[in-house]
C-alpha cells in the first residue's frame, strides 16, 4: 500500500536554528498537509498546499514557517529560528482526496 | 469556533469486551468526520469516513456512527484485543475545497487481558 514517507524519523536542534523537514507524499496526491502535535495535545493543522501553493494556513504558520515543494516530489517543512515551543511530532499527509498520514518527525528543540 | 470534543478521555477494558466512544462536533457545515486509530508516536490511521448523509460506517470491528442533527458520532468497538490499545480520534473536514481536518483530543484506550 503507499505511504507518505518522512525524515528524519527524528531531530533534534538549537533554539535559534532552521530546521528543514521531508516529505515525500503518495505519488498520485494532489492535496499535502502539515500538521503537528506537541506532547499530549490534539493534532493541529499547520498548512496545506495544492498546484504549487499555499491553500489555506492556520494562525501557527507564521513568517517563521514555509513549505515548498522543490522538485515535483518532495514536500518540506523549513522552521526559522526554531523556539522551545516548536518541540512537536509533525505529520505530513498527502490526499487525493483520500488523506494519508506520514509516520511524523519528532523535533526537539534545546 | 469550530471544535471536536471527545469522551471519555481516557478508557481500560478487558480484554474481548466492546467499548463505545464519543464525539461532539461544532463545525459547521462539514465535508465529512472521520475516526482515526493512533499508536504512542506514529501517524493516524483512518478506521471509518462517513459524510453528513451517513448514518452509520462499519470496518471490521469497528462501527461509527453519525448523527449530523445532534452533530455526535460514536465509534463502537467490538471484541476488544490487545491491539487496540492506541488512542481514538474523531476528526471532522470543514467544507470548502482545502481539505483541512479539525481533530479531537481523543480517547486513549487501554486494552488489558
Known amino acids: 500500500e503507499p505511504e507518505v514517507t518522512q525524515t528524519p524519523s527524528h531531530q533534534v536542534t538549537q533554539m535559534g536554528q532552521e530546521v528543514i523537514l521531508r516529505c515525500v507524499p503518495i505519488s498520485n496526491h494532489l492535496y499535502f498537509y502539515w500538521y503537528r502535535q506537541i506532547l499530549g495535545q490534539k493534532v493541529e493543522f499547520l498548512v496545506s498546499f495544492y498546484n504549487n501553493e499555499i491553500s489555506e494556513k492556520s494562525e501557527i504558520f507564521d513568517d517563521q514557517f514555509s513549505v515548498e515543494r522543490p522538485d515535483g516530489s518532495n514536500f518540506t517543512l523549513k522552521i526559522r529560528s526554531t523556539k522551545l515551543e516548536d518541540s512537536a511530532m509533525y505529520f505530513c499527509a498527502s490526499s487525493a482526496p483520500g488523506y494519508t498520514f506520514g509516520s511524523g518527525t519528532r523535533l526537539t528543540v534545546v | 469556533k469550530n471544535q471536536v470534543e471527545q469522551s471519555p478521555q481516557s478508557l481500560i477494558i478487558l480484554e474481548g469486551k466492546n467499548c463505545t466512544l464519543q464525539?461532539?462536533?461544532?463545525?459547521?457545515?462539514?465535508?465529512?468526520l472521520r475516526w482515526y486509530k493512533q499508536d504512542t508516536g506514529r501517524g493516524p490511521v483512518s478506521l471509518t469516513i462517513m459524510t453528513f448523509s451517513e448514518n452509520t460506517k462499519s470496518n471490521g470491528r469497528y462501527t461509527a456512527t453519525l448523527d449530523a442533527d445532534t452533530k455526535q458520532s460514536s465509534l463502537h468497538i467490538t471484541a476488544s484485543q490487545l491491539s487496540d490499545s492506541a488512542s481514538y480520534i474523531c476528526v471532522v473536514s470543514p467544507s470548502g475545497n482545502t481539505g483541512k481536518l479539525i481533530f479531537g483530543q481523543g480517547t486513549t484506550l487501554q486494552v488489558k487481558p
Open positions: 464525539c461532539n462536533y461544532t463545525v459547521s457545515p462539514f465535508s465529512n
